[in-house]
Structure formats: C-alpha cells, structure tokens
C-alpha cells in the first residue's frame, strides 16, 4: 500500500465509476500500478471504501429500473457504436495494456480484439434472448417464455487479460439489460478503465455500468451484497472457489472460470514444423500467463525424441519488453510473480526433473530491471513435483513420455484441471477417439490455445470451472437472464360462460 496520490502531483490516479461520473476514490488505501519492464510507477489504484462500493451497487439498482426496459434497437447500438470506439482506439488500447501488464503489443491487441468479438456479438442481442411460444398447449391457451433481465450483476476479473475478460462480461450483461458493477483487478486496471470511458462515449447510461476497485475486501462486499443478483468471476482456483462459495451462500447466480494445467498430446505423425511452432507459442506466449497456455506436452512414441528440437524453438524465442519490435516474451506481470516461478524452477530441478533450457535471470539490454523469465523447458516432469502439481503461470514447460495415446489420454484425464487440451497429429481416428475420450471442456485438434469465439461460450470443465454456464456466448445469455414462463388463455365476447372448473386440468 502506498499514499493517497493526490499528495504525488505527478501520479495520475485510477477512478472509481460511479453512477456515470468518473469519481476520486475517498480511501486511504491505495496501490502502485507498476509497468514490469521499468518498475515505473504508472499510476495508483485505490481500494474503495465500503460506502463507495454500496454506492455503485445503489447507482446500478437505480439504473436497473429504467434500463431493463430499454428496446432491443437501442441496446445493439449502444454496442455498434462501442465496437467502432474500441476499432478507432485499438492502439491506445494496446499500448496501455502493454505498459501495465507486460505483453508485447501485438499481444495486447490480441486482447483487446477478442474483447471486442464479445462486444461484436451483444450488439446482436436481439436474436440472442428470444423466448420460445407452444401454441395451444390446451384449446386456446398458449404457453410463452420470456427471457428477463436479472437485475444489478458484478463481474470480478484477473491481471492476465485485462481487456478481454471485462468485455466477456458487462457486455453481455449490459445488453441482456442488467446493470453492472465491476472490480477490475487491481494489478492493471488501467485499460480496463480506458474501455470503460468509451463504453460511456458510446451511451452506455450512467449507472449502468459501475466501477469499484480493491482485492479481498471488495470482492467479498460484492459477494455478500444483497441486491447484486449474479457475479462472474475469472482467476484463480483458490479465489474462485472462496467467490463461489461465498456468493451462492447469499442466494446469487455465481459462474466461476479458474484455473488451468492445460496438456497437449504431439504423436509422432503430426507434421512436425506446425507442431513445433503451435507448442513454443502456446508454451512460452504472453510468458505462459494465459489460463489457455500449455505448460505441459506429452510426447508419445517416437515423438519423444523431438525434445532437441523443442528447446532449439524455445531457444529462438526473443525475451525483451513488450513494447520492443521482434519480442516473443515479455516480462512477468510482478516481482512476486517472477519470485514464484524463479522458485518453482529451482523446485523442478531440487525434485529431480531434467533441466532441458534454462530461462532465468535472462540478458535484456535498457530493461535490466523487469520481471523477465526466459523460455524454460524440463523432461522427466511426473505427477507430485511441484512443477506439475502446481498452475506456474510463467514460461515454463514440462514435457512428460508415454507409449501410447491411450496412456496419454489417460495421463491427462488424471489431473484435476480441465480448461484446454491439444493434440497435434495427421490421423484422423487418433484426433476423433482423443475428441471422444478427453475429459476437458475445450479441445482442440492441431490447434494449440482453442479458446472457443463468441457465437459459442468458453466452456472450461472439472476443477477449472464452477457453476453450470460459460462466460459470453448464448450460455451467458442464461446465465444474465431468468426464464419466465407464461401460459395464456383470452376470452372473446362469442365464448359461452363456462361453470366454475375446480379441477386442475387446463
Ligand atoms: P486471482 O485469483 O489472484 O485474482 C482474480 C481477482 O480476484 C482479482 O480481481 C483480485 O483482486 C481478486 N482477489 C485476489 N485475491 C483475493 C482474495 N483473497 N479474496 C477475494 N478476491 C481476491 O487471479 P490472477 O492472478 O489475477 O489471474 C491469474 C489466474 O486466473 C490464473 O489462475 C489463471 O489460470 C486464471 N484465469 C482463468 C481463466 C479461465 O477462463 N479459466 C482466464 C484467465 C485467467
């Protein structure tokens, strides 16, 4: 924690939005935004006070009232308009982005344009929350559904995608017609806060859209909150489940997306160069901090003996700040988070796995000081060490040998996590009996990170998920409406009056 930037002219501070004014935050608490290359202090993010973030949540239920009633048309422009601002200021985007969180630029683009896919898609709403008609359930009754907003929801997201995930959320909310307070993470919110101004320039309603910042205190108030109906949540195991627990023991709607350990299966007849390619990228991309990375590999058969030619890929791999051409690796998002994955290496090595390459205390010239992990690979890596055991979130890939693609599968299938999976081959009977077999929620066949697009939802599974529905997508349409259900029956003037009818039957 640090001062209350208003005593540090120079030091911009991050807002709180509240009721549609972008508002200085009246907490003692606040905490440096640091870029990881420099360790510059970007600007200061404040934990709200209790009040402030009852104050969002009373502007939102405000909001709700008028909001939920809003047509369709006026609704999907809002978002046409919104796709077009985030289009006009994608750069901008970008670079803030890269500053406070790490990623190359074209990384960070990345980020924001599958954010700007959800948006793409909550401007279609109206053929999204359709209700369904029977007609003549019995002689002239007709039974309808309504899909109707929830009310005011909260959305609580992580440091590693700091522009999509937010746009997973309170677009789809938005546009179902809810109300929504969102708690940013408080490790780079500045891009998340820069796409909330232009949702605002493109006629989101004040009070509609809410911003509170902070960590435990504040995720736990939004939590307990009596009138937020639903909470999305993106980040950890150990958070999402406290979130989950804590959230569905006050009544609410809670869809938890957590964390990963994601394998890919490489038999020996895929085509090699492809493979190789798609597994330094997915391994070693946004320095392996993304919940679709693939930190573990299993080689099977001959494909064990492709392991020179993996680390020469990795090897290759340009580690720099995210803001230079030609980088493949920028740094990692914190010290703490550089400590960690420092120490799980020197875990890998202490618990007997081999050192295939090692990535730490990497040279980068101008950047002496960032967060920087090089591209690190081990072999020999077997359930119950630490690298294993543990999600490392760092470029850090451990690659395991089995025989077969049924011990494979099976290897796979034994670890808790189910977000992603791969499996690089030519055979069309290997990728089919995998796609049946796997145990985890998104496959993908010769495509390393298959992180579904907004016309399905994203669809983690086992321990990296919890509650029924997805993020984005027609299963949060689900998720941010409440079925209604409607059975109706209308006298005309020619109907005989009929006796009074005690029996059930329609
Ligand atoms: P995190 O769990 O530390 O933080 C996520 C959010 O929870 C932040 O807004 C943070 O302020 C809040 N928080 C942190 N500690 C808290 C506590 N004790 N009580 C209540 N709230 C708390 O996650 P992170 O480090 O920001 O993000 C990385 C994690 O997110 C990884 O595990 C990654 O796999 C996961 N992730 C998952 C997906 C997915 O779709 N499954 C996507 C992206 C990231």
């Known amino acids: 924690m640090s001062i209350n930037p208003a005593l540090i002219p120079s030091t911009p501070s991050v807002k709180l939005l509240i009721g549609g004014r972008f508002v200085e935050s009246a907490t003692t608490e606040w905490r440096d935004v640091i870029n990881p290359a420099t360790q510059e202090v970007l600007a200061q993010v404040p934990f709200a006070t209790d009040d402030e973030i009852a104050l969002a949540v009373q502007s939102a239920k405000e909001a709700f009232k008028t909001w939920r009633k809003t047509s369709i048309g006026t609704r999907a422009r809002i978002f046409l308009k919104y796709q077009q601002l985030i289009c006009e200021n994608m750069q901008e985007l970008a670079a803030i982005l890269t500053a406070e969180q790490g990623k190359t630029l074209p990384d960070a683009e990345g980020d924001v344009f599958r954010g700007l896919e959800v948006v793409e898609h909550a401007a279609s709403i109206g053929n999204l929350q359709l209700g369904e008609l029977a007609n003549n359930v019995a002689t002239g009754v007709d039974t309808y559904t309504l899909m109707q907003p929830l009310g005011v929801c909260a959305g609580i997201t992580p440091f590693n995608f700091p522009a999509m995930i937010p746009l997973w959320m309170f677009p789809m909310a938005i546009a179902c017609g809810n109300t929504f307070v969102l708690k940013p993470s408080e490790q780079d919110p500045m ?33 307990d909150h009596a009138d937020i109906k639903a909470i999305s949540f993106v980040g950890s195991t150990k958070v999402g489940t406290h979130v989950y627990n804590r959230a569905t023991l006050a009544g609410k709607r809670a869809q938890c997306m957590m ?52 680390v020469e890929k990795a090897r290759a791999l340009k580690v720099g700040s995210g803001t230079e051409q030609g980088v493949d690796v920028g740094p990692l998002v ?35 000081t960032g967060n920087f992990v090089g591209p690190t690979i081990f072999s020999g890596v077997k359930p119950g060490m630490d690298i294993y055991e543990q999600e490392i979130f760092g470029p850090v890939l451990s690659l395991v040998g089995v025989d077969t693609i049924d011990e494979a599968i099976e290897f796979i299938n034994r670890n808790p996590n189910g977000n992603g999976t791969a499996i690089f081959t030519q055979s069309g009977a290997a990728a089919r009996k995998f796609q049946e077999d796997i145990d985890v929620g998104q496959v993908g066949i010769n495509v390393p990170i298959p992180v579904p697009v907004p016309v399905f939802s994203f669809t983690g599974s086992r321990a990296s998920k919890l509650g029924d529905l997805g993020p984005y997508g027609k299963q949060v349409v689900m998720f941010y409406t409440q079925t209604k259900t409607i059975t109706e029956r209308w006298f005309d003037d020619s109907t005989v009056a009929q006796e009074v009818n005690t029996t059930i039957s329609l």
């Not at 796409?195 to 910042?213: K, S």
């Not at 391994?283 to 930190?295: D, E, H, K, S, T």
């Not at 994955?341 to 950047?367: F, H, K, N």
């Open 334 to 368: 914190s010290r703490a988070a550089l400590d960690r994955v420092s120490s799980l290496i020197e875990q890998g090595i202490a618990q007997g796995a081999r050192l295939e390459l090692d990535g730490r205390l990497p040279q980068v010239p101008g950047y002496e």
């Open 259 to 310: 964390g990963a350990k994601n394998h890919a299966i490489v038999l020996a007849d895929a085509n090699k160069e492809q493979s190789l390619n798609a597994i330094a990228g997915a391994a070693f991309g946004a320095a392996g901090q993304r919940c679709m990375a693939l930190p573990v590999v299993v080689l099977v058969g001959e494909a064990q003996t492709w392991v020179p030619e993996i």
């Open 191 to 223: 891009v998340t806060m820069r796409l909330c101004e232009l949702a605002m320039e493109a006629g989101v309603p004040a009070g509609v859209l809410n911003v509170v910042h902070g960590g435990e205190r504040a995720v736990n108030a939004l939590c």
